[in-house]
């Protein structure tokens, strides 16, 4: 194990990290618990000081950098990444929940009060909002992190680069770059396998791919995602409507919706 950073020199302040939670199932946060040895060498150049994934022990803003998990799907998600915002000198969202509202913006294509009323003995005491939507519907964001979960590699590139004052280094490219770099077989060119990888940003390593599936999507639409050249694929390939459907809804719903609706034979 590599010994803590010894941190910067006495009398000079470090800067401060706050860790914070919305509607989400706290992977994104266990990521960063899973950074072990990087923690340890981040806690000496960093005063963490809010993550009540990792201690009850907080302290109040304002924070130089704020990593936000989760989708606002509550009046009371909206009200508090308002306060966050306002007591974070960068704030940075992390997950697909946050950059683009989660699994949980299924929700907004369907009746949210029918779900409620038939899931819920008492609907009248569930306050929610009609739609889950990204930090950034909400409030500025300084950078988007993505993933379901995101990588911790990308993860402490976006913390590295923020104590170093400049940009991070994470790249755009789709998901086929990376099936390129492993060296990993073309799953739809050689067995006509649905995928999802040619309109996906890269950030998992090219996984499902690697392992003779298709890619699902979990890092959102690529910079140049070009649904109207892949749909016709996945058609041919066997999915359904339905099935192209509910492959662009799923980790990143509302990402995948902006970009699928301009696009022509999108489904609707």
């Not at 369907?110 to 009609?130: G, K, N, Q, S």
């Not at 890269?202 to 892949?230: E, H, K, V």
């Amino acid at each position: 194990m590599n010994p803590p950073h010894p941190g910067p020199p006495e009398g000079v302040r470090r800067p401060t990290l706050a860790v914070f939670k919305l509607a989400s199932c706290d992977g994104c946060q266990l990521t960063l618990l899973d950074c072990e040895d990087e923690l340890l060498t981040m806690a000496g150049q960093l005063d963490i000081t809010h993550f009540l994934e990792a201690t009850s022990a907080v302290r109040p803003g304002p924070y130089d950098l704020a990593l936000v998990e989760g989708s606002v799907t509550t009046p009371q998600d909206a009200q508090r990444i308002r306060e966050i915002r306002a007591t974070a000198r960068v704030l940075v969202t992390i997950g697909a929940c946050a950059t683009a509202g989660g699994i949980q913006a299924l929700r907004n294509f369907a009746d949210v009060e029918e779900f409620r009323a038939t899931v819920y003995a008492r609907p009248d005491h569930i306050a929610t909002l009609a739609t889950s939507t990204p930090v950034s519907a909400h409030v500025p964001v300084d950078f988007e992190l993505r993933g379901c979960p995101i990588d911790r590699t990308q993860l402490l590139e976006v913390i590295t680069a923020f104590l170093a004052g400049r940009k991070p280094d994470v790249p755009n490219h789709s998901v086929c770059f990376a099936c390129k770099r492993r060296g990993t077989v073309c799953v739809t060119v050689a067995h006509g396998t649905p995928c999802l990888g040619p309109v996906t940003h890269a950030g998992c390593g090219a996984i499902c791919p690697a392992y003779g599936r298709g890619c699902y999507g979990c890092f959102g639409p690529s910079a140049t995602a070009n649904l109207p050249a892949l749909i016709p694929l996945l058609r041919r390939d066997g999915m359904s409507e339905d099935d192209v459907r509910r492959a662009l809804r799923t980790y990143n719903a509302t990402a995948f919706t902006e970009v699928e609706t301009g696009a022509e034979g999108a489904p609707s």
